[in-house]
């Protein structure tokens, strides 16, 4: 089985850097995802890291540690659509499933 | 370029009631085609995955059901709703192909069901 723990909440001011951290403990891993939730609609994908080190796509970033079961998304300049919950999913060895965190809400204050 | 939509957006149903919601995808043959669930301020729980026609998978035990009569068409049906089973649910596709990023789950819009 997969187990994914991320913080449940936090809290950030416009234009700063936040970090939102995910570990995960799986019997066959093949690859972690990111994707950011506003509320009331579907998941939207952002990231994907399969090796380690860090994948940026514009004020976004994602790194991924497999020897830890440790990934984390970073996001620079925050702006106030930043607020939405990020989800952390890893998929499995065969590759046709994610297994999802319960998602870190993020607020982000003027 | 692929596109992935369910309905109904929004339900109420009463308990003991029967549930059918469809989805279907366009733009790509023989996708990977999954149901989650997400109750009201929780993660996503994986209901039932597909890897082709009439091929479903089940991930928890439940008073629901999946089919798939046709390559993009993903179904989720109840004989009879339990008030436990509201929540948002989510249909998604993935490539049914391997490779590095052939596996990104992608979304509908979703479909939020309240059972009274």
């Known amino acids: 089985g997969q187990n994914i723990d991320q913080p449940t909440e936090m809290t950030a001011t416009e234009g700063a850097i936040v970090q939102i951290n995910c570990t995960y403990q799986?019997?066959?891993?093949?690859?972690l995802f990111w994707y950011q939730q506003h509320a009331g609609e579907a998941p939207t994908f952002l990231s994907y890291n399969v090796l380690d080190g860090l994948e940026e796509k514009g004020r976004f970033s994602s790194f991924l540690s497999r020897s830890k079961g440790y990934s984390y998304l970073l996001l620079k300049e925050l702006q106030m659509k930043d607020s939405a919950s990020y989800l952390c999913a890893a998929r499995n060895n065969a590759g046709n499933m994610l297994t999802f965190g319960g998602g870190t809400r993020l607020m982000v204050k003027p | 370029s692929q596109t992935i939509h369910q309905w109904p957006a929004t339900l109420v149903q009463p308990v003991g009631s029967p549930l059918s919601l469809e989805c279907t995808v366009e733009g790509t043959s023989n996708p990977n085609l999954y149901w989650y669930r997400q109750a009201a301020g929780r993660g996503l729980q994986l209901l039932f995955y597909s890897v082709g026609i009439g091929q479903i998978s089940s991930e928890v035990p439940q008073n629901l059901s999946a089919s798939r009569p046709q390559d993009r068409q993903f179904i989720l049906s109840s004989k009879k709703l339990l008030l436990s089973d509201s929540g948002f649910y989510l249909c998604?596709?993935?490539?049914?192909?391997?490779?590095?990023?052939?596996?990104?789950?992608?979304f509908g819009e979703g479909s939020w069901l309240t059972v009274v």
């Open positions: 998604a596709w993935s490539l049914g192909t391997g490779g590095m990023t052939g596996n990104t789950i992608y």
């Open positions: 799986t019997s066959g891993f093949n690859g």
